[in-house]
């Protein structure tokens, strides 16, 4: 959907028309004419013969919008408006979803664009002082935007135009020249830019299967897709070749989507998906993932150490191996996880020691000496580097990368098939970190009419997930992994603070800075980046923070649970819980799981961990308040509601 200049001067010629009760707005030229077809394409209006229109009832709804608009002058009337200036275009509709998601609140980084646009106001709430909020206008046009479901029809010109281009994400400058296509595109919604100023672009979830469909189609025929032609195939799978007539039979076989057999070639198959999403508008939920250089490290160790058993059995990843693994070898093979010991040390011994550990980094020769130089005393540096380690398992587990499983007795981990793809890339790539957002900036085209904002789009780039104007093989295979991997709940102790500062919907990543110490920004972060990874929060692209139903369960189910507990709950803690729900008996009415002590050895086999572990992971069930001494409770209860809602 887009409205500049032209269009919302067109619409308003229509409807003044209209009023003097004249059946259609007949054009003087065909030159006049390009607007009229890009708001046809919007399904704001009908062409009714060869250079006459008359409006469609969305599209009437909004050139009276418009007209209040301008006479409430919230508006300059569109004559005086700049030429290139869109009043409407994907980047708008999403500034107001995002309001919209948020409470009406736009927040600094939209609110700007918005008012230019006549679409905010002064709200005045107790408690809340006075706020800047979108206004009925702003609703109103988003209940355009998802009624008036578009037009789909690519021509030649066009077919080629899509087939060239890069898919995105990518910078707007990369856009082959190509006069109105552009816009016809965007009309279509195919085509959507960021968030708050085009600089980036990327085709959407339909675009994308439309761009496909055209790489592999004959164009033989001057419209080479159309709603005629997607039915027509649709009515191939439907009932059967048989069912075409034989014009449209030999429609799709010219242009390659069926062979003489009717079997669907590559080309129906990338337009059938664009069927369907254009005629059910289903959308996949944004999802992330998430992966830190000490994450990535750990599964190279995992794997080393499993090569290791194969000449000597006894030697295998335990969480004790794995610590031995990494910090007793030189510091220098480590330089790229510095950052991540560093930030480490500062949670417990403060900002005001960067200098001091940076100086240190310096000096030692292992990482063991440098937890050694600041936790000697009470000799618990042993200790940290095992809880450095044993949280990062947590979180590779959380994400099904790894699996942690009982072999002769102890806890061993292996890479999941998830974590053998990461291995190869971060071997193929370079170990770098994957943060939440850069994976979103692939994904976030998945929604109906949207696209990154630069932020995301840069550390897509920097992550090597974007470049050459698309997603790399790399950000593919991350894109498709936040889809495919199944989740477990997991949550750190700072994680778990930064939680609990957040409201439902209203707060933006600024407000969450201002609710910490200023040298505690890096932090917050990452505890930001891991939090939506793990579909506890949606940041939005005008950076709202939003809690997901998940995350909103997670928050009751913990609140209970003392914030200097170092993981609260725990990937193994939740395939203990589940295991515990399998083998006991659910009262509704008390919200209660209660599990006989005689189930307790079924629920261990059923978890897959051993006895030791087991035993620690209830302790840490108990320490949550998510269970009691022989009954899952009902704050356990959410977390397993949570897990489903993860799924």
């Not at 279509?188 to 592999?216: H, N």
């Not at 000597?312 to 610590?323: A, I, K, N, R, Y």
Request: hydrophobic share 40%; net charge negative.
């Amino acid at each position: 959907m887009v409205i500049r200049k032209e269009h919302a001067l067109a619409l308003l010629r229509i409807r003044e028309e209209e009023l003097k009760k004249a059946p259609t707005c007949q054009l003087f030229a065909k030159s006049e004419e390009p607007p009229f077809i890009e708001l046809e394409r919007m399904n704001l209006v009908r062409m009714e013969r060869p250079l006459e229109y008359s409006l469609t009832y969305w599209g009437r709804a909004l050139a009276n919008l418009i007209d209040d608009m301008i006479q409430k002058g919230l508006i300059e009337h569109p004559s005086k408006w700049n030429e290139e200036f869109r009043w409407l275009g994907s980047e708008i509709i999403m500034m107001i979803e995002t309001a919209i998601e948020n409470e009406d609140i736009p927040g600094p980084l939209t609110e700007g664009e918005l008012e230019k646009r006549g679409f905010i106001e002064e709200r005045k709430v107790e408690k809340k002082g006075t706020f800047k909020a979108i206004n009925k206008y702003a609703k109103d046009i988003y209940e355009i935007f998802r009624n008036a479901h578009p037009r789909l029809i690519i021509d030649r010109e066009l077919y080629q135009y899509i087939k060239d281009m890069p898919a995105g994400p990518a910078e707007s400058s990369m856009l082959p020249a190509g006069g109105r296509f552009p816009l016809l595109m965007g009309a279509m919604r195919l085509l959507a830019f960021s968030v708050p100023t085009s600089d980036v672009y990327a085709l959407t979830a339909l675009g994308q299967e439309i761009k496909k469909a055209c790489e592999y189609l004959a164009p033989s025929y001057e419209t080479v897709i159309s709603e005629d032609i997607m039915d027509s195939l649709g009515k191939v799978v439907d009932e059967g070749v048989e069912a075409l007539t034989a014009e449209e039979k030999e429609v799709l076989m010219a242009l390659a989507y069926i062979d003489g057999d009717g079997e669907i070639l590559p080309a129906g198959e990338h337009l059938l998906e664009a069927y369907r999403i254009w005629k059910e508008r289903s959308f996949k939920p944004v999802k992330s993932i998430n992966i830190e250089i000490l994450d990535a490290e750990l599964l190279k160790a995992i794997q080393e150490v499993w090569k290791h058993h194969e000449s000597d059995p006894s030697v295998m990843p335990t969480v004790d191996e794995l610590v031995h693994y990494m910090f007793y070898k030189p510091a220098k093979e480590y330089k790229h996880l510095l950052e991540h010991y560093g930030r480490r040390l500062y949670q417990d011994l403060g900002y005001q020691k960067k200098e001091e550990i940076k100086n240190k980094f310096a000096e030692v020769k292992t990482v063991e000496e440098l937890f050694k130089s600041f936790y000697e005393k009470g000799n618990k540096w042993y200790e940290k580097m095992y809880d450095i380690i044993q949280e990062s398992l947590y979180t590779l587990e959380s994400f099904n990368l790894i699996h942690a499983e009982e072999k002769e007795g102890k806890r061993v981990h292996y890479l999941t098939e998830y974590g053998k793809k990461v291995l190869e890339d971060m071997e193929t790539r370079g170990m770098r970190e994957i943060p939440a957002v850069a994976v979103k900036a692939i994904i976030i085209a998945n929604k109906e009419f949207a696209s990154p904002n630069v932020d995301w789009y840069k550390k897509g780039v920097d992550a090597q997930l974007i470049g050459g104007g698309e997603a790399t093989e790399a950000g593919k295979m991350y894109a498709e992994m936040a889809y495919q991997i199944r989740r477990l709940p997991h949550i750190t102790r700072f994680e778990l603070q930064v939680l609990h500062k957040l409201p439902e919907k209203g707060f933006f990543i600024k407000d969450v800075y201002e609710q910490f110490d200023e040298t505690w920004k890096e932090e917050v972060e990452y505890a930001l980046n891991k939090l939506e990874a793990r579909g506890y929060i949606d940041i939005l692209q005008n950076e709202a923070i939003v809690l997901t139903e998940a995350g909103k369960l997670i928050k009751r189910a913990l609140s209970g649970t003392p914030e200097g507990f170092a993981n609260p709950i725990t990937p193994l803690a939740v395939r203990v819980l589940e295991a515990l729900s399998k083998v006991g008996t659910l009262y509704e009415k008390e919200k209660k799981v209660r599990v006989l002590p005689k189930n307790f050895k079924e629920a261990m086999k059923l978890s897959g961990l051993d006895p030791d572990t087991f035993e620690k992971e209830l302790i840490v069930l108990r320490a949550s308040n998510l269970i009691g001494k022989s009954s899952i409770n009902e704050a356990g209860l959410l977390i397993l509601e949570a897990l489903e809602k993860l799924d």
